[in-house]
């Protein structure tokens, strides 16, 4: 286990718009009240990292402050969640009249919002951010590193590197909260092998009774 390599794929804290249930890709929203309380309960729950890599949108930023507040977090924009185009900030009851989003509906991974971005362009995206943190990690020599960025790009992640194959919706990401992967050795990262294991975190510990 020594010579092993973790790589934590963390959601960011709740939004405005999470809570208004709006399509928010690009667009920035800030955390909620309530978001914020759960940061900062989760963050005591959180070991060291030996690098940090974030998302370039302030929910992520910020998230990752309260969270890890002595680590100074790697920018990436190829972290950041799928551009929804015109549909940033509308919700499935304002767009139901729109003939491209019920074809959306029906093929997600083929259809894209006007002036968005495709699932395809989307997922090359993120993994050049992934190429580009392990390429770092091997070069720091670091072995047990977090990721913050969004609930589309974590399931897309895991989807390609999870050891169990599941489809894309059937991965639940809590936010502040989401998986360890990890390998036995580097080379086995490198070459894009799906992980040996596969842990939620943070690891909660159970209250008396």
Not at 20 to 40: A, C, F, H, I, P
Not at 131 to 143: F, N
Not at 160 to 168: D, L, N, R
């Amino acid at each position: 286990m020594a010579d092993g390599v973790g790589i934590s794929l963390l959601r960011h804290g709740m939004t405005e718009a999470n809570v208004k249930k709006q399509y928010v890709g690009w667009t920035d929203s800030r955390l909620t009240t309530e978001g914020l309380q759960e940061l900062e309960r989760l963050q005591l729950s959180y070991p060291n990292y030996d690098c940090l890599y974030c998302s370039d949108l302030n929910r992520c930023i910020q998230t990752a402050n309260i969270l890890f507040p002595n680590c100074e977090p790697i920018l990436k924009r190829e972290f950041r969640e799928m551009n929804f185009g015109e549909w940033e900030g509308r919700t499935y009851e304002q767009l139901l009249s729109s003939p491209q989003y019920k074809r959306w509906l029906e093929r997600p991974f083929e259809i894209e919002a006007p002036h968005g971005e495709g699932y395809q362009d989307f997922s090359q995206r993120a993994h050049q951010g992934w190429v580009e943190v392990v390429e770092d990690m091997m070069q720091k020599e670091a072995r047990n590193v977090a990721v913050v960025t969004h609930g589309g790009v974590i399931r897309n992640l895991l989807v390609h590197y999870a050891p169990e194959q599941k489809v894309f919706w059937d991965w639940s990401v809590p936010y502040g909260c989401g998986y360890k992967l990890y390998w036995e050795s580097y080379e086995q990262l490198r070459r894009s092998e799906r992980c040996t294991l596969l842990q939620a975190v943070p690891i909660m510990e159970k209250e008396n009774g």
